[in-house]
């Protein structure tokens, strides 16, 4: 990532959540003033954060699109005040727009988080690829206003796979290295209750592409679904579905719990070296 490394070999990283949104479905709202969110993401580091992602529009199911100039003002003093405060933590811009992610680029950010994996801005391959900065490519079907209408797949594991693949070829063909990519199947894009379940249960698959791989299940809705617990109450549920994750193989889990998920990726690590999974 441009100058810096991740190693995810030697232990599960935590990348914490940082909406500068009014709208995020968990923190839509709280941290929507600079000063707040600089607090937050700096509370977020100090409580054990490897890395932070700092989103400017919300991908929630049915969210509406923000202009590229509002989320701009959004995050960028967000992410130059974290650089400057924080100058060794690693910052993630959490967005499908290549102008915000320049922006974010230019005011410290390291890594690009897309959500549409390059499709949805034809600039965003070619910036990753210029600027080296990491980049996670995730599997979304449709979009977020449409991603929930009825999703089905035959085998959803083999589908998303695939589909990884592509990007990564994609973004392979557009000059960026193998090393700046991470991997993500995007729990909740565009996926039914069972869909997520499987892709969770059957992770180790994804494994074979080669490259880490970013979950993001925190507080989202199926883990409701399961529990009957709204959004400020799944902290239990989303720390079982890390465990879940991280003993088949996720290496970095995007969640707005950090302390408790570093708590929860130290303990499954010692079981995992202590007896590795098959
Ligand atoms: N999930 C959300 C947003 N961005 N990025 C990746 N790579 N993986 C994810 O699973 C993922 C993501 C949705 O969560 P959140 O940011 O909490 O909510 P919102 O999109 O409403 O801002």
Known sequence: MRDRRLDVADRTRVMG????TPDS???GGRYLDSDAAVRRGRDLLEQGA??????????????EEVPAE???KRVEPVVRALRSAAPDALLS?????????????????????????GRGDSDMLPLAAETGAGLVLMHMRGTPRTMQTAPRYDDVVAEVKRFLEERMAAALEAGVAEEQLVLDPGIGFGKTLEHNLELIARLSELSELGRPLLLGVSRKRWLGTITGRE?????AASLAGCAAC????????RVHDVIETCDTARVIDRIRKSSPIP
């Open 17 to 20: 959540i940082l909406n500068v």
């Open 25 to 27: 479905f968990s923190d």
């Open 50 to 63: 490897d890395l932070l992602d700092i989103g400017g529009e919300s991908t929630r199911p049915g969210a």
């Open 70 to 72: 509002e989320e701009r």
């Open 93 to 117: 811009i959490d967005t499908s727009k290549a102008s915000v992610a320049t922006t974010a680029l230019n005011a410290g950010a390291d890594i690009l988080n897309d959500v549409t994996a």
């Open 231 to 235: 959004t400020p109450d799944r902290l």
């Open 246 to 253: 991280i003993e088949r193989g996720a290496h970095i889990m």
